[in-house]
């Protein structure tokens, strides 16, 4: 028996042992990524060997670490997905034995503590540590930063306790749930990054159907469209004698302005990057302008319409079946039985509607007028708009489960902390929910296809000198895209 005993202690040391190996290895390769990513985007200018150096290294690693907790984030309810799908193919494979039910749960109970972790301890401090300077007083360097952030943070971490418990008070005031607050790890915490995810559930009900619209331009931009009745090489003769043109000037200036000549330099970029993009198209193979931009549009559109479709179908199920509701819902354990009604086909349509919408919610959170100039610019991104984007990105994505889960996007039951949150089982806010999802999409979609009916209208009755109709959006659709097209429908 006591045999018995060490070998079934062994063997859930060893299991242990080979599950924090794997999510090691993973976490690894995502911060490897995320640095790679950051890097790209980070200016160039904030290289120095002195103190500021060392602060902007540390944000800089904390970041990654944040990055690369968001990616794991977006990456976790598709692998478990995945994971339950082969787990249900292959039972008895000697190869996926790694793959097991408590690897999943460890997952999401770790990407819950490292949201937690990076949200407020670890970003806030990268927030503070970058801008201290130091007590007066005190000696400069960097034991004074450090203390300086510390007494920051602890001010903030008093803030928030005193707006939770008046938001508590405020919510349900009895002696029960003030007493819990006191409670730090078990209540309090969770308490508070529910409240950051229904936020986080919310910007996501902004900048989806936003982001859903505008992936049409931004993947004509990034595509050759098909060439009809245009003339490239006369496009392209003129382009060339522009910027000969404003060559000449520049040449040609005896006592230039500063102001003209930046201006002209501006031109100028804008002419020679124009001129790349007619090349570009006039060197695109036909297949590339006349098959692959009709199949991307043809596909974001039936991407779309499934999500919509599959929102519409999850509205009906919360009024006639309580078990759709995302808390309600206990189905069997990871590799006990498919939770799509395709099986891995339906698994693998429900991960690329998943990765659909994260992206979308993205282009659309920078699509927001708000945080426009949030947007990050390669090799010329402070570290704290970084910091920022980096708060924002994981925002959305610690959302996402909660959000594809909430919409019906999939079946999967949130696991570890992220379906213990409370608003998750309020009937009326759930579907309050689907159907303002439903409604801004199909009126985000509905204002994009019919915009240029719009303006055609203006102009026929000659209100388009009013700009009714124009936003800082549409204000785009007179500038070139990146394939010399107009950006008009």
């Not at 689907?434 to 979609?445: E, G, Q």
């Amino acid at each position: 028996m006591d045999a018995d005993e060490v070998t079934i202690r062994e063997q859930n040391f060893h299991s242990q042992v080979r599950e924090y190996t794997i999510c090691f290895l993973l976490f690894a390769i995502l911060y490897i990524v995320s640095y790679f990513i950051i890097r790209r985007y980070k200016r160039k200018g904030d290289e120095q060997e002195d103190e500021d150096a060392i602060v902007n290294r540390i944000s800089l690693f904390l970041s990654t670490f944040t990055l690369a907790v968001s990616a794991g984030a977006v990456l976790l309810l598709p692998f478990s997905i995945i994971s339950n799908e082969i787990l249900l193919s292959f039972p008895h494979s000697y190869y996926i034995q790694w793959l097991n039910g408590s690897l999943i749960h460890g997952l999401w109970n770790l990407v819950s503590l490292f949201s937690n972790l990076c949200l407020f301890v670890l970003m806030p401090f990268a927030f503070f540590f970058l801008e201290s300077e130091g007590f007066a007083g005190l000696k400069k360097g960097i034991k004074a930063r450090i203390l300086e952030t510390l007494v920051m943070l602890i001010l903030l971490a008093l803030l928030i306790l005193g707006i939770v418990w008046v938001a508590s008070a405020l919510i349900d005031n009895d002696a029960a749930s003030m007493e819990s607050l006191y409670d730090l790890w078990e209540f309090y915490l969770p308490y508070l990054y529910s409240c950051i995810s229904l936020m986080g559930c919310l910007l996501l009900l902004l900048c989806t159907p936003v982001g859903l619209s505008r992936m049409f331009t931004v993947m004509g931009q990034l595509l050759v469209k098909p060439t009809i009745l245009e003339d490239l090489d006369e496009q392209i003769y003129i382009i060339t004698l522009e910027e000969e043109a404003i060559m000449r000037r520049l040449n040609g200036m005896s006592s230039p302005v500063e102001y003209n000549t930046k201006q002209l330099k501006q031109e100028l970029s804008n002419v020679k990057s124009m001129k790349t993009k007619l090349e570009r198209r006039k060197k695109a193979s036909a297949w590339e302008r006349n098959l692959v931009y009709p199949a991307v549009m043809i596909l974001l559109l039936i991407e779309t319409a499934i999500s919509v479709l599959l929102v519409a179908c999850n509205i009906l199920c919360l009024l006639v079946d309580e078990t759709a509701m995302p808390k309600g819902s206990r189905g069997p354990g990871i590799g006990n039985a498919s939770l799509s009604t395709f099986g891995f086909v339906g698994a693998a349509l429900e991960i690329i509607l998943i990765f659909y919408l994260m992206v979308s919610s993205v282009v659309g959170f920078y699509s927001l007028r708000f945080f426009g100039d949030f947007t990050p610019r390669k090799d010329d991104t402070t570290m704290t708009k970084i910091i920022g984007n980096c708060v924002s990105i994981l925002v959305l994505s610690s959302a996402l489960p909660v959000m594809s889960r909430t919409l019906g996007i999939t079946r999967f039951d949130l696991l570890g902390d992220f379906g213990r949150f409370n608003w998750l089982g309020n009937f009326y806010i759930v579907l309050s929910y689907n159907i303002l999802f439903a409604i801004v999409t199909t009126l985000c979609l509905v204002r994009k296809f019919t915009s240029a009916v719009r303006e055609e209208l203006l102009k026929a009755l000659g209100l388009d000198k009013l700009h009714l109709s124009h936003n800082a959006r549409d204000s785009e659709a007179a500038k070139p895209s990146v394939n010399g097209h107009q950006k008009t429908l």
